[in-house]
């Protein structure tokens, strides 16, 4: 699987982005797909991940309620809609692809994850 993230750009806080991420290969529908972010310095950090049937979805708590990710495994694709953007949230975020083997909360660790996207950039303007 292969993954190209686009949708990343500068906004002022409050503000929106939807993040797509769009996947080429046959595995698309059979995998959990997930959003991770990486702040310089920091960590790389789980954000949000959707079951691959779309029915089930998870989120870490800093963006529980402001952000929702979603998936069209008609045209491979997952996005990340964040609404009231805060300048902390500012951050390269990566899509992810796992194979669906565990309950969708183990989901928020990166090693589960076998395929990457390239990244793109959000940055939040105060």
């Known amino acids: 699987v292969q993954l190209q993230a686009s949708g990343g750009g500068l906004v002022q806080g409050g503000g929106s982005l939807r993040l797509s991420c769009v996947a080429s290969g046959r595995t698309f529908s059979s995998s959990n797909m997930g959003w991770f972010r990486q702040a310089p310095g920091k960590e790389r950090e789980f954000v949000a991940a959707?079951?691959?049937?779309?029915?089930?979805?998870y989120y870490a708590d800093s963006v529980r309620g402001r952000f929702t990710i979603s998936r069209d495994n008609a045209k491979n694709t997952v996005h990340l809609q964040m609404n009231s953007l805060k300048p902390e949230d500012t951050a390269v975020y990566y899509c992810?692809?796992?194979?669906?083997?565990?309950?969708?909360?183990?989901?928020?660790?990166?090693?589960?994850?076998?395929?990457w996207g390239q990244g793109t950039q959000v940055t939040v303007s105060s």
């Open positions: 959707i079951s691959r049937s779309g029915s089930s979805t």
């Open positions: 992810a692809a796992a194979p669906e083997r565990y309950s969708l909360r183990k989901y928020d660790v990166p090693h589960l994850y076998d395929y």
